[in-house]
């Protein structure tokens, strides 16, 4: 009987060696562990930030469409005319006078 429990010692103690002795491993893997997680993390954060920033590119993108669509509607003559209008500013129907001096010389 006594051998059976000087075996299952030395086992333990042959484990236990083994632990101690393979100890700066075993940190090395829960570092890397701790890495590998941190960096999952960094990554999920960061695709959220590169989904809103494209979000908000998109909105951007709706909101300068629609205001040169408008401001090329607003810069039409018929526009501009029907704007003015209210300031007493009308089209010319004739074309414009051209006033030259006679006093030049040389033409």
Not at 80 to 94: D, Q, Y
């Amino acid at each position: 009987m006594e051998t059976s429990s000087n075996k299952k010692e030395k086992r333990f103690r042959i484990n236990y060696q083994l632990v101690v002795k393979n100890l700066p491993f075993f940190l090395f893997l829960s570092v890397l562990a701790v890495i590998y997680i941190y960096n999952g993390h960094y990554s999920d954060k960061i695709i959220k930030s590169i989904s809103k920033t494209n979000k908000e590119l998109r909105e951007m993108q709706f909101e300068y469409k629609t205001l040169k669509s408008e401001l090329m509607f607003r810069s039409k003559q018929t526009e501009v005319a029907r704007a003015v209008e209210p300031l007493g500013l009308r089209e010319l129907n004739i074309p414009p006078v051209v006033l030259t001096d006679s006093s030049v010389i040389g033409d």
